[in-house]
Every structure is written in structure tokens, then in C-alpha cells.
């Protein structure tokens, strides 16, 4: 069992076991995330359901794809939350995505330091 927030493994097979393409990859997702996060605290606070939603949706599919399953779900919560209108659970919704979104940028940061 793992407390990762993000199945390294998993990207380092799916990138033919390179741990410094894996490491550049991630670095640059890491410093998007810090953008996307900081983006939906000021689109939260502008109640720009639309523009909470794209951000979300983002977050979403990069996370998946980089097999950071909790921040995804996170992230689909907090766009299904937009989805329905239902203001008064974003910035719980994005409170959750922004802690889960810092715990994959923490696990990166150790695993690049470790490398």
C-alpha cells in the first residue's frame, strides 16, 4: 500500500521507465498545478462558475493522466459542482482540489529530490 498521492510507478512504465523525462514532465505539471490552483482561487472569488469549471477540468485530465487519482477526483467534484450551479460547495469543492493539488506537488518534490 502506498500514501502517494500519485503512482510514480505507474508514469515511469508509461514513459518507458526514463526517470528524468519523468522528472521533467512532472516538474512542469507541478508548476502548472501551482498556476491552475492559484487561477481558481481568483476566478472562485469572481464567481466565474464557467472559468472554475475549465480550470477543474483541466486539473481533471492532467491529473489522470499522470496517475494522480485523488486530485482528479477532487478536481471532478469541484467541476461537477460548477456544472449544477452550486455555489455555495465551490470553495469547499476547491479548498479539497487545492490541499489534494499540494500533496501531489509535495510527493513530486520529494520524489525528484530522491532521484
Not at 512542469?28 to 481568483?42: I, P, R, Y
Not at 476566478?43 to 486539473?59: G, N, S
Amino acid at each position: 500500500m502506498t500514501t502517494e498521492s500519485i503512482h510514480f510507478d505507474a508514469v515511469l512504465d508509461m514513459l518507458g521507465g526514463d526517470r528524468q523525462v519523468v522528472a521533467t514532465l512532472l516538474t512542469k505539471f507541478s508548476a502548472e498545478l501551482a498556476s491552475d490552483v492559484a487561477a481558481s482561487e481568483h476566478v472562485l472569488a469572481e464567481r466565474d462558475a464557467d472559468a472554475l469549471r475549465q480550470i477543474a477540468h483541466r486539473i481533471k485530465g492532467t491529473s489522470a493522466n499522470l496517475q494522480a487519482m485523488m486530485l482528479s477526483a477532487a478536481a471532478r467534484e469541484l467541476e461537477q459542482a460548477c456544472v449544477e450551479a452550486s455555489e455555495t460547495v465551490w470553495p469547499v469543492k476547491q479548498r479539497v482540489m487545492a490541499e489534494q493539488a499540494q500533496r501531489v506537488r509535495d510527493d513530486i518534490e520529494a520524489w525528484i529530490a530522491a532521484l
